[in-house]
């Protein structure tokens, strides 16, 4: 399993607002998309969310979102570890992801970009 990399989770309440600021911070455009009622935009290694409470107290159980080279085999490995799947994987506007608690309870989102 290829960890490629990690993405920082910051919520916040206007997201229009804090877009341009992370533009300038990353040095480049945002990606963004909707999923579950809440507004996302991705920009360099920021994951900005903004939506109902009810939703993004879902999503504040997540640690961190982890970049790797393929959903399916992270899926594999993780489960010979221990950990349990709880989500996915399942077809994302970027690519796929999977939602997983490790054997210390934490939680965290995998993700690959392939179609």
């Given at each position: 399993m290829d960890i490629l990399g990690a993405t920082l989770r910051i919520y916040v309440d206007d997201l229009?607002?804090?877009?341009?600021?992370y533009e300038g911070l990353a040095g480049g455009p945002a990606l963004r998309f909707e999923?579950?009622?809440?507004?996302?935009a991705a920009v360099g290694c920021f994951?900005?969310?903004?939506g109902?409470?009810?939703?993004l107290e879902?999503?504040?159980?997540?640690?961190?979102t982890i970049a790797v080279a393929d959903v399916e085999e992270t899926h594999?490995?993780?489960?010979?570890?221990?950990?349990d799947v709880i989500a996915g994987p399942v077809p994302t506007p970027a690519g796929r992801n999977l939602i997983a608690r490790h054997p210390d309870g934490a939680i965290?989102?995998?993700?690959?970009?392939?179609a």
């Open positions: 229009e607002k804090a877009i341009p600021f999923r579950g009622g809440v507004q996302v994951l900005l969310m903004s109902p409470e009810s939703q879902v999503l504040r159980k997540v640690a961190a594999r490995v993780l489960t010979s570890l221990g950990a965290y989102e995998y993700v690959d970009r392939r």
